[in-house]
């Protein structure tokens, strides 16, 4: 079982940059599989990024790549989503979420949700 707590959100210009952070409970986070996914007003949730345990490897949206950054830090239990260049479309509430199988870009491979953490990009 873990616990999951979103941070970092907030308003940003068109543009700009925020860093969100993931952090979980539990002594066996560095073996779960990690994604963020977001869901914008009035349309369902999608995928982000990914990033597997033990190796770290990640995975993107093929729209995000080269523009967020997943991360993570085994030993403060805690992932990050660095967001560069933000657009008004990217706004929408995220989402941390947990696997203990390989992390997939679909969300009903995870089991484990935490409440979301609300970003709002202004052009």
């Known amino acids: 079982q873990v616990q999951l707590v979103e941070s970092g959100g907030g308003l940003v210009q068109a543009g700009g940059s925020l860093r969100l952070s993931c952090a979980a409970s539990?002594?066996?986070?560095?073996?779960?599989?990690m994604g963020w996914f977001r869901q914008a007003p009035g349309k369902e949730r999608e995928f982000v990024a990914a990033?597997?345990?033990?190796?770290?490897?990640?995975y993107y949206a093929d729209s995000l790549k080269g523009l967020f950054t997943i991360s993570r830090d085994n030993a403060k239990s805690t992932v990050y989503l660095q967001m560069n260049s933000l657009k008004p479309e990217d706004t929408g509430v995220y989402y941390c979420?947990?696997?203990?199988?390989?992390?997939?870009?679909?969300?009903?491979?995870?089991?484990?949700w935490g409440q979301g953490t609300q970003v709002t990009v202004s052009s």
């Open positions: 539990g002594r066996t986070f560095g073996s779960y599989g």
């Open positions: 990033i597997a345990w033990p190796y770290g490897r990640t």
């Open positions: 979420a947990a696997t203990t199988t390989f992390p997939s870009m679909n969300e009903r491979g995870y089991a484990f």
